[in-house]
């Protein structure tokens, strides 16, 4: 793990009380800057810690990933004395991250109205499925939810069945807009005293990401339906089969195009009509795509990489994980960090936040949290005494 150091976030408080990706990855990357973030969860351990189990006691990988250098509490909202705990935390607190339904937050006390009555300038961060307001505002909902509902999954494969991503790209995504939007909030408070609210919601983000489709849609009613691995917009873009594997190749703009047709040794994809500019291609693609996978076939993933390396068109190959792992460039770039935890056969590689600051650089200092691991300490820091804390254990409280 990286050496403890004072990041920018240094001084700030985050209670988190978020579950999954969305308010948790959130929470991680304001603790890789220098935050101090304190997840709370139930007493035997809340349902994301055991999302595809690693070790013997049944903690996930993404748990992993989640809640590197947090603290963890366990604590009930909902009961009285547990309510009575939230609140004195609150009041030590900078920011509070749940990723929580309405309803939940107002019965565990975490609406921005009773933040609000404790600590005048909280900043709550939330994130739902589908915002506070509108006809699905109550409902509940999960990543694959919204790629269902902004046209990405409809998009995506041959159409029959549609696919989802594997990856959950719109969880990551609010994460990500949460973490920026808490970041201003704290800079607004800086320049003014006041605390807000952060609302991010999943839909909100796959719209976002999604957007460029349906702003073509409405304007065009061009009405696409899904080509698989196929690219709508410019060519070639597609996956390729090699003699041994599969690379990926995109190509966007005359110039990419062109450093293509002279690699294919070919001037006539520069003079004929259908192909002279991206949206030509894109609505021609297939012709280009047959030239281009013939030109694949007859080579090894490697030869074809270096080739497209030295013309200079972007292209990479198609991996599972362990390959992923393995590439060069992958160990190269330091983005997995080896973390080690209780019970773990070996130390896992845990990816580092996106993002690269030349001064302050985040780090990951401190594996995840064991269930519990921490409430002695911060309950006691409350003034809670060791007698006080093992009678509300006793109570199941804590």
Not at 5 to 15: D, I, N, S, T, W
Not at 147 to 176: H, K, N
Not at 177 to 192: I, N, P, S, V
Not at 253 to 262: E, M
Request: hydrophobic share 40%; charged share 20%; proline share 6%.
């Amino acid at each position: 793990m990286d050496a403890p150091r004072k990041g920018v976030l240094e001084g700030v408080r985050v209670l988190d009380f978020g579950r999954y990706i969305a308010g948790p990855y959130c929470a991680a990357l304001l603790a890789e800057y220098g935050a101090e973030v304190i997840r709370i969860e139930k007493r035997e351990g809340s349902e994301d810690r055991f999302i595809a189990p690693i070790t013997p006691a049944g903690e996930g990988g993404l748990f992993m990933q989640m809640n590197r250098n947090k603290k963890s509490v366990t604590l009930d909202p909902m009961t009285e004395e547990g309510r009575a705990l939230t609140r004195k935390l609150v009041a030590t607190a900078d920011v509070v991250v749940a990723n929580l339904p309405r309803e939940t937050l107002v019965a565990m006390g975490l609406d921005y109205d009773s933040l609000k009555a404790v600590k005048p300038d909280i900043i709550l961060t939330t994130a739902s499925a589908f915002g506070h307001t509108g006809p699905w505002a109550d409902r509940v909902g999960f990543d694959g939810i919204a790629q269902a509902m902004c046209g990405s999954i409809y998009m995506t494969g041959q159409g029959d069945p549609p696919y989802r991503a594997a990856v959950s790209w719109v969880d990551f995504g609010t994460a990500l807009h949460c973490a920026f939007g808490t970041m201003a909030a704290l800079m607004e408070r800086a320049r003014t005293g006041r605390g807000q609210m952060v609302e991010g919601f999943l839909l909100a983000t796959a719209l976002a990401f999604a957007n460029s489709a349906m702003v073509e849609q409405v304007v065009t009613s061009i009405n696409r339906t899904p080509t698989g691995n196929l690219g709508q917009t410019s060519a070639p873009a597609d996956i390729y089969r090699t003699k041994d594997g599969w690379v990926l190749l995109q190509v966007n703009g005359a110039p990419l195009f062109k450093r293509w047709a002279k690699l294919m040794g070919e001037d006539m994809w520069l003079t004929d009509p259908r192909f002279k500019d991206d949206i030509s291609r894109g609505n021609n693609g297939s012709a280009i795509s047959e030239r281009m996978a013939r030109w694949c076939a007859g080579r090894t993933t490697h030869d074809c990489l270096e080739a497209l390396a030295q013309a200079r068109i972007p292209a990479g190959p198609v991996l599972s994980p362990q390959e992923g792992y393995d590439h060069p460039q992958t160990q190269a770039c330091g983005m997995l960090l080896p973390v080690d935890y209780p019970g773990l056969p070996k130390p896992a590689p845990i990816a580092r936040a996106a993002i690269r600051l030349s001064e302050t650089p985040g780090a990951i200092s401190a594996r995840a949290p064991t269930i519990g691991e921490h409430t002695d300490e911060v309950l006691g820091a409350l003034g809670l005494s060791a007698k006080e804390i093992e009678g509300l254990r006793a109570k199941a409280v804590v």
